[in-house]
């Protein structure tokens, strides 16, 4: 029998009011863990102990909160294997990919456990005489954080960490397809120095719990990555009552190659930028954008280099890209490769379910040929490992069509012109531009985020974090005069 893992609410480890069973999606005979799912009392109870312990949480000095986030960072680096292995086999991602996100998770709190020292006022004089001015930045209260299943562990934490660092209470609802990378970071961090019931993990539906944690008028603040329908419900929800809002929702990221660039190059970019982590990544190149001087020199090598990638279990060494992660997921994928053909688009390799050793997720990667930046391929988030070539002219047109979307999390330019390069990063319409590198792969100690449909509110990550998980206040000091 496995032990069904609990949820965490005011300080206790407690079961639900129903369970879910965690399947491997890379062999679905191993059960990863069976999960208990919160009932809506349990949620209101996590409220209320939230509100309590932020306010006591809000008062420890600043080198107490910093060594809890240090400590929570420097465990999650030291057991990156163990619990990256974990992650790749619940979440389908390479090992070598799950151990980095741990890692980097755990880089998150040891950035923000510094930034617990680093929040620094300003001052200024009045317009009136004696007055003085002092602005701060304080807690907004509690936060509410709904994370996605391709990054558990890390996007959790690119929202956690801050949370905390600027003393907030959090109610943390992880999506139900990887909740044992959930039950883990929350075990390590119940052990920490701080007040009952200031982080909880509530388990459960999005339609059930999820939608009773945004439209409480207890949350303060509502923190949230995952699709734009369910953000634009999220964000109906939290207008009620007034609840701060940020969003990081969908994409469609195209990388450019110009008829400069290195191929080679610019094909290990689009590979790794539309088949990393299966191709489950909010900044997955799902557009390659090619001018036509070098479109077939292009596509032979990419059609070469994605034929060559090794599927597998994520956990067996030499695995390039694991399974995708649930039976949804993949008719999801299955359904947009016969939309594509339907649409007129070749499909010059992949896109088809695979027969591996091991019962699970599998699909290999495709590629589109002959497409239009109109098709639905094209204008949609798949979510899949499946990318696009789109043929143009001119770099003028290739900066045209990576901006002819509603989306604009990130785009990328491969080029030896210093003056395309710079005219790319100045007006590709996207939070995040990269140059000679791929869309995909961020720092944590800058600001993320994207225009159009990809983002709603301040930015995630580095110092623009304090934006969201901050309230100013400004205050007026009058000393009067000296005896």
């Not at 420097?74 to 799950?98: I, W």
């Not at 990054?151 to 929202?159: G, M, N, V």
């Not at 649930?326 to 994928?333: F, I």
């Not at 449909?453 to 205050?475: C, H, I, L, N």
Request: hydrophobic share 40%.
């Amino acid at each position: 029998m496995t032990a069904t893992q609990l949820n965490y609410i005011a300080g206790e480890w407690v079961s639900g009011t129903a369970e879910v069973t965690n399947l491997n999606p890379s062999d679905l005979s191993d059960v990863v863990g069976v999960f208990a799912q919160a009932g809506s009392d349990q949620l209101d109870r996590a409220l209320e102990a939230a509100r309590s312990a932020q306010a006591e949480w809000a008062a420890y000095g600043l080198e107490r909160k910093q060594a809890v986030l240090n400590a929570i960072g420097n465990e999650l680096m030291a057991r990156a294997e163990e619990l990256g292995t974990l992650l790749s086999r619940e979440e389908g991602k390479p090992l070598a990919e799950g151990k980095g996100e741990v890692y980097r998770a755990g880089q998150f709190f040891t950035y923000y456990a510094a930034e617990c020292l680093r929040q620094l006022g300003e001052n200024a004089d009045s317009v009136r005489d004696g007055v003085e001015i002092d602005v701060r930045r304080e807690a907004v209260g509690t936060v509410a954080i709904i994370s996605p299943w391709n990054f558990p562990t890390a996007t959790a934490s690119w929202k956690i960490a801050p949370a905390l660092c600027y003393g907030n209470a959090v109610i943390w609802k992880p999506a139900n397809v990887t909740p044992a990378s959930a039950v883990a970071l929350t075990e390590i961090i119940s052990r920490q120095d701080i007040p009952k019931g200031l982080f909880n993990l509530v388990m459960g539906a999005g339609r059930d719990v999820g939608q009773r944690l945004v439209e409480s008028p207890l949350v303060d603040a509502i923190s949230f990555t995952g699709s734009v329908p369910v953000g634009k419900g999220i964000a109906t929800a939290a207008i009620q009552n007034l609840t701060k809002v940020q969003m990081e929702m969908g994409s469609k990221n195209a990388l450019a190659v110009m008829d400069d660039a290195d191929l080679d190059l610019a094909v290990a970019l689009a590979l790794g930028g539309a088949f990393g982590g299966t191709g489950q990544k909010c900044t997955a190149s799902s557009r390659l954008i090619v001018m036509d001087s070098v479109h077939d020199a292009f596509v032979e090598k990419l059609v070469a280099g994605t034929q060559a990638m090794k599927v597998g279990h994520a956990l067996e060494a030499g695995t390039q890209m694991g399974p995708v992660v649930s039976q949804q997921q993949l008719d999801e994928n299955l359904a947009y490769v016969d939309l594509g053909k339907s649409e007129g688009a070749e499909l010059a390799c992949g896109g088809t379910r695979l027969d591996m050793p091991h019962d699970g997720f599998y699909m290999s990667p495709g590629v589109f040929l002959n497409t239009t930046n109109n098709m639905r391929i094209n204008r949609e988030e798949m979510f899949a490992p499946l990318t696009s070539v789109i043929k143009v002219g001119s770099y003028d047109e290739a900066l045209a069509t990576v901006n002819d979307t509603n989306f604009g999390l990130t785009s990328g330019i491969v080029t030896k012109s210093l003056a395309r390069s710079t005219h790319f990063r100045r007006n590709a319409r996207t939070g995040v531009v990269t140059v000679n590198l791929p869309t995909a792969g961020t720092d944590y100690h800058v600001p993320f985020g994207g225009r159009g449909d990809s983002s709603y509110g301040p930015r995630e990550q580095g110092k623009s974090a304090a934006e969201f998980y901050t309230t100013v206040k400004t205050a007026y000091i009058s000393a009067g005069k000296p005896d």
